[in-house]
């Protein structure tokens, strides 16, 4: 299974700009990028995807590399509602080309400071 | 919209005992995943169902098994129960496979 890195915790001081990074290096040309976040005691939430061009939503921005080996989610103004274990996936289609399954990494702690 | 729900919130069982799990998707998904959520592995994905057939398995034994029915909710069934079954089991749903997923609260189960 393609695989991610991503770092084990980030800070940040609320208001402020946060910048998630991920590493793929082996993602296949099928491969879309995902981001989904899990607040305590919560399930996960989606948070963006994308497959090669940066993409926008009102929750954060997602910049892919040229080379898609890595990508990097913003949250432009943080919140302490943002604190969460943020999981940067690959998502793979299996061989029938039909469906497909989300591999979940360690993920990074995002703790904000008020 | 009713979000994704899952029976029963908090399970406790002795080993060797077996355990289903419900999962009501939300209204118009067709798919179904289910993960497990542990300290030391983190999310691991189960199997994923769509059109009540499996359509994409993890690496988990056949004492893990799952089924979906006609109105898309699914169960998962764990058959004689080990220790290390301990986790958060989670359920997500999505409109088809591939489109972004829907998580539900998932069920606690604590094997003893």
């Known amino acids: 299974d393609a695989k991610t890195t991503q770092p084990n915790s980030m800070e940040s001081n609320e208001e402020e700009p946060v910048h998630l990074p991920c590493n793929h290096s082996t993602i296949s040309g099928t491969d879309y990028i995902h981001w989904y976040r899990q607040l305590p005691s919560q399930g996960p939430e989606y948070v963006i995807h994308g497959l090669t061009s940066n993409v926008n939503n009102r929750m954060a921005s997602l910049a892919i590399a040229e080379d898609r080996k890595s990508s990097t989610l913003i949250l432009h103004r943080a919140t302490l509602r943002d604190a969460a274990v943020y999981y940067c996936?690959?998502?793979?289609?299996?061989?029938?080309?039909?469906?497909?399954?989300?591999?979940f990494g360690k993920g990074t702690l995002l703790t904000v400071n008020p | 919209k009713a979000g994704v729900t899952q029976t029963p919130r908090y399970l406790i069982k002795t080993r060797g005992q077996q355990v289903t799990l419900s999962c009501s998707p939300i209204s118009g998904h067709r798919s179904v995943s289910w993960y497990q959520q542990t300290p030391g592995q983190g999310l691991q994905f189960l199997f994923e169902y769509f059109s009540e057939t499996q359509r994409n398995k993890g690496n988990f034994p056949g004492r893990f098994s799952g089924r979906q029915f006609s109105n898309s909710r699914s169960e998962m069934n764990v058959s004689t129960l080990e220790l290390g079954d301990s986790a958060l089991y989670l359920c997500?749903?999505?409109?088809?496979?591939?489109?972004?997923?829907?998580f539900g609260p998932g069920t606690r189960l604590t094997v003893l």
């Open positions: 997500a749903s999505s409109l088809v496979s591939g489109t972004n997923k829907f």
């Open positions: 996936i690959l998502q793979t289609r299996n061989s029938g080309g039909s469906n497909y399954k989300l591999t």
